[in-house]
């Protein structure tokens, strides 16, 4: 299984960015799969979380401008992020799980495979 996150960039307070987590070796419509951010000298936190349902869980800091969404053509799991703040600066990771099929919160626990991150960049 390969995750491979693209799309992070730096981008003016305001400003949008697309990220994007390739799969193979899985398939992104099976079980649950995650977003995750590590900012420096910050624990890694989770932003969003997206069952096979489809139901997405958020974290406060980033609801109502971020959104989970999965590409089953392309088997690829997004995150649209709108209204980007400096506090967003982070490396941001996308995460499968091979165990949990629903999303019933945003911890790290019980998430199989992990991509490398990409990075994020917010200037004011």
């Known amino acids: 299984v390969q995750l491979v996150e693209s799309g992070g960039g730096s981008v003016q307070a305001g400003g949008s960015l697309r990220l994007s987590c390739a799969a193979s070796g899985y398939t992104v419509s099976s079980t649950r799969m995650g977003w995750f951010r590590q900012a420096p000298g910050k624990e890694r936190e989770g932003v969003a979380c997206?069952?096979?349902?489809?139901?997405?869980m958020y974290s406060d800091s980033v609801k109502g401008r971020f959104t989970a969404s999965k590409d089953l053509d392309a088997n690829t799991l997004i995150l649209q992020m709108n209204d980007l703040k400096p506090e967003d600066t982070a490396i941001y990771y996308c995460?499968?799980?091979?165990?949990?099929?629903?999303?019933?919160?945003?911890?790290?626990?019980?998430?199989?495979?992990w991509g490398q991150g990409t990075q994020v960049t917010v200037s004011s």
């Open positions: 997206i069952g096979r349902d489809g139901i997405t």
């Open positions: 995460a499968a799980s091979s165990v949990r099929w629903y999303c019933d919160s945003l911890s790290q626990n019980n998430y199989t495979f």
